[in-house]
């Protein structure tokens, strides 16, 4: 697996202690993200599953069920 050279954090990150937020970066075939607190595990994908949850987080279709007892 590649490892990217380079992440990008939110420009809504501050840049001060506290301030933790998802970093992204890419190969060219892969999508990593990771927690930039915690920099050693990374979560690894392709464009078109990550594609689909942020659409369905955007069309409010995630966190609507309720469990089954």
Avoid: Y
């Amino acid at each position: 697996m590649t490892t990217p050279d380079s992440w990008q954090k939110s420009s809504f990150s501050g840049g001060g202690e506290g301030n933790n937020c998802l970093e992204l970066a890419s190969t060219p075939t892969t999508l990593h993200l990771r927690e930039s607190d915690t920099p050693s595990i990374q979560l690894t994908t392709v464009p078109a599953p990550l594609a689909h949850l942020l659409n369905g987080i955007k069309a409010g279709r995630l966190g609507t069920e309720t469990p089954s007892a």
